[in-house]
């Protein structure tokens, strides 16, 4: 039988009371495994029926006895993780009480696999990471299964924050070097000093400090691939040393004079204008075309905010267990308030407002406030003044500017008719950017 048609039921510390009806379940298409608790840790299951003890208040006081109560709980095709505890709560679905109401426990058991497969789907997104169902993202998928597959250098543009790493480690997966290794650095982030050592390694003695030798990021990702962030702010010393790199296929350590042969598939990815720092003499253009072989563009968050609702939750349950707090909710104003901004940080604002409403959320939902949203989706009068319709007005170009040039702000600039540093000021004026 094909994976995704079984039906699996893992029955735990339920024995002769499951026996007269375990042959209908199986009838009805389940794979059943029945095992003590102490067994169970070690199977696998689509669906899970569990005993519950008597029930216990928060000081381990008995507070009454009730019947056998069983609960058709969810691990998502993995062995059951944890406590009992644990199980229960993560996963609780429906409880029944004995003796069985035969129909309605097979109704339960089918609601609970539709469950069970809704989660594995969540799981598979949560791992690729490039979570979203609007039309650019799945452009965006798309795209990167024709282009990951190839050997060509691959430059990632878009803004901050809209997962410029996360689309590399895809094009990563879905290449022939995908059992390689995956070498990420950051060429904004490591001193000027520093980086021509940290890509392409040093000898022992090359300088002071060089106490041995040191494999650059470069060599240790030899059959796999390398990725450059933000390449735009590498020094331009370094710009010809990168080129001569990926012309040649070698590299020289700094104080070495043996060219070394390395193979890998080079993606870089930048925030900024690359045409207008050639154009500024800040970036070599022969470095340019090298690395614009193929091109994706990552679109801001502003773009698609029907994304947002399912982009949080994901971000509630990635966050939990880091926060000490269970998954929650949003409550509607929360849900309103997060359609309505603009996100200029994209999707790693919209992370961290998350993070933030976990941690501060006091009851069984996240509330606007929470999220920082105090008082932005409900004004407390209006303001018919002229300032403020200028102000709206101001606002609203900018966004709409923003929709249509996302990927090139002189161009942006031009057709607002300002200069890039007054653009600039009023993006900050507005809080966009």
Same mark, same amino acid.
């Given at each position: 039988?094909?994976?995704?048609?079984?039906?699996?039921?893992?029955?735990?510390?339920?024995?002769?009371?499951?026996?007269?009806?375990?042959?209908?379940?199986?009838?009805?298409?389940?794979?059943?495994?029945?095992?003590?608790?102490?067994?169970?840790?070690?199977?696998?299951?689509?669906?899970?029926?569990?005993?519950?003890?008597?029930?216990?208040?928060?000081?381990?006081?008995?507070?009454?006895?009730?019947?056998?109560?069983?609960?058709?709980?969810?691990?998502?095709?993995?062995?059951?993780?944890?406590?009992?505890?644990?199980?229960?709560?993560?996963?609780?679905?429906?409880?029944?009480?004995?003796?069985?109401?035969?129909?309605?426990?097979?109704?339960?058991?089918?609601?609970?696999?539709?469950?069970?497969?809704?989660?594995?789907?969540?799981?598979?997104?949560?791992?690729?990471?490039?979570?979203?169902?609007?039309?650019?993202?799945?452009?965006?998928?798309?795209?990167?299964?024709?282009?990951?597959?190839?050997?060509?250098?691959?430059?990632?543009?878009?803004? *901050?924050?809209?997962?410029?790493?996360?689309?590399?480690?895809?094009?990563?997966?879905?290449?022939?070097?995908?059992?390689?290794?995956?070498?990420?650095?950051?060429?904004?982030?490591?001193?000027?000093?520093?980086?021509? *050592?940290?890509?392409?390694?040093?000898?022992?003695?090359?300088?002071?400090?060089?106490?041995?030798?040191?494999?650059?990021?470069?060599?240790?990702?030899?059959?796999?691939?390398?990725?450059?962030?933000?390449?735009?702010?590498?020094?331009?010393?370094?710009?010809?040393?990168?080129?001569?790199?990926?012309?040649?296929?070698?590299?020289?350590?700094?104080?070495?004079?043996?060219?070394?042969?390395?193979?890998?598939?080079?993606?870089?990815?930048?925030?900024?204008?690359?045409?207008?720092?050639?154009?500024?003499?800040?970036?070599?253009?022969?470095?340019?075309?090298?690395?614009?072989?193929?091109?994706?563009?990552? *679109?801001?968050?502003?773009?698609?905010?029907?994304? /947002?609702?399912?982009?949080?939750?994901?971000?509630?349950?990635?966050?939990?267990?880091?926060?000490?707090?269970?998954?929650?909710?949003?409550?509607?104003?929360?849900?309103?308030?997060?359609?309505?901004?603009?996100?200029?940080?994209?999707?790693?604002?919209?992370?961290?407002?998350?993070?933030?409403?976990?941690?501060?959320?006091?009851?069984?939902?996240?509330?606007?406030?929470?999220?920082?949203?105090?008082? /932005?989706?409900?004004?407390?009068?209006?303001?018919?003044?002229?300032?403020?319709?200028?102000?709206?007005?101001?606002?609203?170009?900018?966004?709409?500017?923003?929709?249509?040039?996302?990927?090139?702000?002189?161009?942006?600039?031009?057709?607002?008719?300002? *200069?890039?540093?007054?653009?600039?000021?009023?993006?900050?004026?507005?809080?966009?950017?």
């Amino acid at each position: 039988m094909h994976r995704s048609m079984l039906r699996r039921l893992l029955v735990v510390d339920l024995f002769d009371e499951f026996n007269p009806i375990a042959a209908e379940v199986r009838s009805a298409g389940w794979i059943v495994d029945i095992c003590s608790l102490d067994e169970a840790f070690d199977r696998q299951a689509d669906v899970g029926l569990i005993r519950l003890g008597p029930c216990l208040d928060s000081g381990g006081k008995l507070l009454r006895r009730t019947p056998m109560q069983w609960i058709a709980a969810l691990p998502p095709d993995i062995s059951l993780d944890g406590s009992l505890g644990l199980f229960v709560g993560e996963w609780c679905f429906d409880f029944h009480t004995l003796p069985f109401d035969r129909p309605r426990l097979l109704v339960t058991l089918g609601h609970a696999l539709g469950m069970a497969a809704l989660r594995r789907a969540e799981q598979v997104d949560g791992g690729d990471e490039l979570l979203g169902d609007a039309p650019c993202m799945r452009e965006l998928r798309k795209l990167l299964g024709k282009l990951g597959p190839t050997n060509s250098p691959v430059l990632i543009r878009g803004e *901050s924050g809209t997962g410029k790493e996360l689309v590399a480690h895809a094009l990563h997966r879905l290449s022939r070097r995908a059992e390689q290794a995956f070498v990420a650095i950051n060429c904004g982030a490591i001193p000027e000093q520093l980086i021509q *050592s940290e890509l392409f390694g040093h000898e022992k003695g090359a300088f002071t400090g060089a106490h041995q030798r040191k494999i650059g990021r470069i060599e240790s990702a030899h059959g796999g691939t390398l990725f450059l962030d933000e390449v735009g702010d590498l020094p331009l010393d370094l710009q010809a040393n990168l080129l001569r790199f990926l012309q040649e296929g070698q590299i020289e350590r700094v104080g070495g004079n043996q060219p070394i042969e390395v193979n890998v598939r080079v993606l870089a990815a930048t925030h900024i204008d690359l045409e207008q720092a050639v154009e500024r003499g800040r970036f070599r253009e022969d470095l340019y075309y090298r690395l614009n072989v193929l091109q994706v563009h990552t *679109s801001p968050l502003r773009e698609r905010l029907e994304d /947002v609702p399912a982009l949080a939750r994901h971000f509630a349950r990635l966050y939990a267990d880091e926060v000490g707090r269970r998954p929650r909710s949003f409550s509607e104003e929360a849900l309103r308030a997060m359609g309505e901004y603009a996100w200029p940080g994209n999707v790693r604002e919209l992370a961290n407002r998350v993070r933030r409403g976990l941690v501060l959320a006091e009851g069984q939902q996240i509330m606007a406030q929470d999220l920082g949203f105090r008082g /932005v989706c409900v004004p407390t009068s209006l303001d018919y003044s002229l300032e403020n319709y200028k102000m709206q007005a101001e606002k609203q170009a900018l966004s709409d500017v923003l929709r249509r040039y996302s990927a090139n702000l002189s161009h942006a600039a031009r057709a607002l008719g300002v *200069s890039r540093p007054t653009f600039y000021r009023l993006l900050n004026k507005h809080q966009i950017r």
